[in-house]
Structures are given as structure tokens and as C-alpha cells.
């Protein structure tokens, strides 16, 4: 099998099983999805209306293969629906690196401020984690670190906050703070009162100087909740005694998130802009785009090695005197673990993705 029908075998089987739940919450059907060309019916997907129909299984042999033995799962009744609550979900590790690069392009090098990442991994997102002061202390340094690179390039500050000569520094420093946070924060700044806090975070910098006003601006919001969790607040369009619709903004960062690991691109916030983000065609639409992306492609990868905590080995600590071989100067041990992991998942979805391998290899 090729890579690319590798991948649409893993978006086929991961993606429509868990993702489509996770995005639009408990209605739908889990099992084999539509192809990018066939119709994204009620039945077959569920997006925003609950399903009561199942479909017998398809292709495969007994163990079953990934992705082709639909089960219904639906909420209590399609008028009442009920998703439970929307946590806060910090940036996992991966998240946050590509989110600071689609920023600001080219990164420093944040390991030695953020320190060993020993976060429990998933393909969704952390919920609701404790942060102590070690991994604040890391958010911190880290902020530093990118703001300081921002300002301190004179070419890079210029792209990043530009203002033409004799304009209005104040004036650009703001526009700079409603286009960079709106990506930043997955969501435009409008409030009034959130530019003003904003701002006067600016104010005070911009007394030693207009870049060091910038530089205490990306400080600040390269701290700020908002950026370092996905926050979801939903829209005052109550669907029930329990739920609202989320806004565009949230469910294009719920896709980006999911699916990429990266905030959304430039064509998922237009999308949230002009409202095209409200129907099941719509985000179907923005899904089957975002699976044939390079990005797309690993997702159902991604989510294995997360389901076995693949990513926090390298954080792992043993004793020297029971696992010397573990403990050893330039160890080889955990990186052949890792590697040994991820080329079995490799070539389980490369060779069709049967159930009762992965469950019993």
C-alpha cells in the first residue's frame, strides 16, 4: 500500500471513530466513513444530528479491519442534546512548538527553557493539566525567548510589527495586537476593555521604547490562558437545556488542533470569518482538504504513539542499579524503543490496519 493510501486508511479509521466525536461531540456513527467522493449523509457521519441507523460490516476477516464495523452511538434524544462540558485543554508539547512557529517562522531553540516535557500525551490535547511553578517558570522563559528574538532582529521586527515612517507607533503597536492575537489566541480581538489591558502592557514598555513595548506585549500573550490552552466558550445559540454551538473560531481550531497539531491555516480562519463553518458539508468540506494535507497524514500515527505514551519516554527515569542498560551514559535503549514502536504502527497501517493485530502485537 502506498504511503498516501496508508494515510487515508488511518484518516479512514482513527479520524471518523474519534475525531468526528470530538469535534461535534456525542452524535454520529462510529465505523467505516464515507470517501472523500461519496455523499457525508446524516447516517454516515453525524454532524450536529444524531443517528439511529447502523450498517453491517464490510470487507476484513474476523479479527476485523480498522475502521469497517460501524456502531451507532447517539445522544439521549436529537432535540436534547447533551455533549457534557468543554474543558480547557492545554497545548500539548508538539501543539505549542508549531503553534510559536506559525507565528513567528523561524524559532529559537526552546528545549532548555521548557525543560524535559513529561505531560500525559494525546492526539486531542491535555485536559485540564496541573502546571506547577517548574513548567511556569519554562511558559515564561520561553515568552522571553521569542519576544527577545522578535524585537532584538531589525528585519524580523519590521515584518512582524510593520509601521511606516512618521505613522503613529501607538496606532501600528495596536493593529500589530488585533492581527497577532487573533491568531495567537484563535480568536479576534474585538472587546473594547481587551484591547485597553492589552494596550497598556504596550504603554508601559513604550516609555523606554516603542520595541520594548512590542517585547512586554508578546510576553504577555505568549502567557495568557488563551494562548496557552484552547478555550472554549461556545455562542449565546442555545441547541439545548445543556448545549450551545460553538463559534466558528472554536470549531476551526478543534479541527486544526485534532487533525494538524497546528493552529489553523490561513483558509480555516477564512472560513470561520465568512461563517462557513455552520454545517456538516461545510466542515466535511474543510476535512477532506485537511486530510489530503502533508500534515493530515499522520494523524492516525500520531494518535497511536500517543495512545501508548510514545512521546513522554524520552522524560522516563529508572533506577541505574535494576536498569543499568536504561541508565547508561548516551543510552541507545529508549530511542530504539521509540524507533522499534513507531515502525510497527508504520507498517500496521501500511499493510491494511487489522484490529487484532494492533490489540494482540
Not at 245 to 261: C, G, N
Request: aromatic share 8%; hydrophobic share 40%; with cysteine.
Amino acid at each position: 500500500m502506498s504511503s498516501s493510501n496508508a494515510a487515508s486508511l488511518g484518516a479512514r479509521w482513527l479520524f471518523w471513530a474519534c475525531s468526528v466525536a470530538a469535534v461535534v461531540g456525542c452524535t454520529g456513527v462510529i465505523g467505516d466513513p464515507p470517501a472523500p467522493t461519496e455523499n457525508y449523509g446524516d447516517a454516515q457521519v453525524g454532524w450536529g444530528g444524531a443517528s439511529t441507523s447502523t450498517s453491517s460490516p464490510t470487507g476484513g476477516d474476523a479479527g476485523g479491519t480498522i475502521g469497517v464495523t460501524a456502531q451507532a452511538f447517539t445522544c439521549a434524544s436529537s432535540a436534547t442534546p447533551d455533549p457534557g462540558p468543554s474543558p480547557l485543554r492545554l497545548l500539548s508539547r508538539t501543539q505549542y512548538l508549531n503553534t510559536v512557529a506559525s507565528l513567528f517562522g523561524t524559532v529559537p531553540d526552546l528545549s532548555a527553557a521548557l525543560g524535559t516535557d513529561t505531560n500525559y500525551q494525546t492526539a486531542f490535547g491535555l485536559v485540564q493539566p496541573d502546571i506547577d511553578s517548574v513548567q511556569l517558570g519554562g511558559y515564561q522563559a520561553a515568552a522571553e525567548t521569542l519576544a527577545s528574538a522578535a524585537v532584538s532582529n531589525p528585519t524580523t521586527f519590521a515584518k512582524l510589527v510593520p509601521c511606516a515612517a512618521g505613522a503613529d507607533q501607538r496606532q501600528c503597536a495596536q493593529t500589530f495586537l488585533q492581527r497577532f492575537g487573533a491568531l495567537a489566541y484563535r480568536t479576534p480581538i474585538t472587546d473594547s476593555a481587551d484591547v485597553a489591558r492589552h494596550m497598556a502592557v504596550y504603554d508601559a514598555g513604550a516609555t523606554t521604547s516603542h520595541e520594548h513595548g512590542i517585547e512586554l506585549l508578546l510576553q504577555a500573550m505568549l502567557q495568557a490562558p488563551r494562548f496557552l490552552y484552547r478555550v472554549e466558550l461556545g455562542t449565546t445559540n442555545a441547541v439545548g437545556a445543556n448545549a450551545v454551538k460553538l463559534s466558528s473560531y472554536e470549531i476551526a481550531a478543534r479541527l486544526a488542533y485534532v487533525i494538524w497539531d497546528s493552529p489553523p491555516d490561513a483558509a480555516l480562519n477564512a472560513a470561520a470569518a465568512a461563517g462557513t463553518l455552520a454545517t456538516k458539508g461545510q466542515v466535511a468540506a474543510q476535512l477532506t482538504r485537511m486530510l489530503a494535507d502533508p500534515k493530515g497524514q499522520n494523524f492516525v500515527q500520531r494518535f497511536l504513539e500517543g495512545l501508548v505514551q510514545l512521546p513522554s519516554l524520552d522524560g522516563v527515569m529508572k533506577d541505574p542499579t535494576l536498569y543499568p542498560q536504561w541508565t547508561a551514559g548516551n543510552s541507545a535503549l529508549p530511542a530504539a524503543m521509540k524507533g522499534q514502536a513507531q515502525a510497527f504502527f508504520g507498517n500496521l497501517l501500511a499493510q491494511g490496519g487489522k484490529l487484532n493485530d494492533f490489540l494482540t502485537s
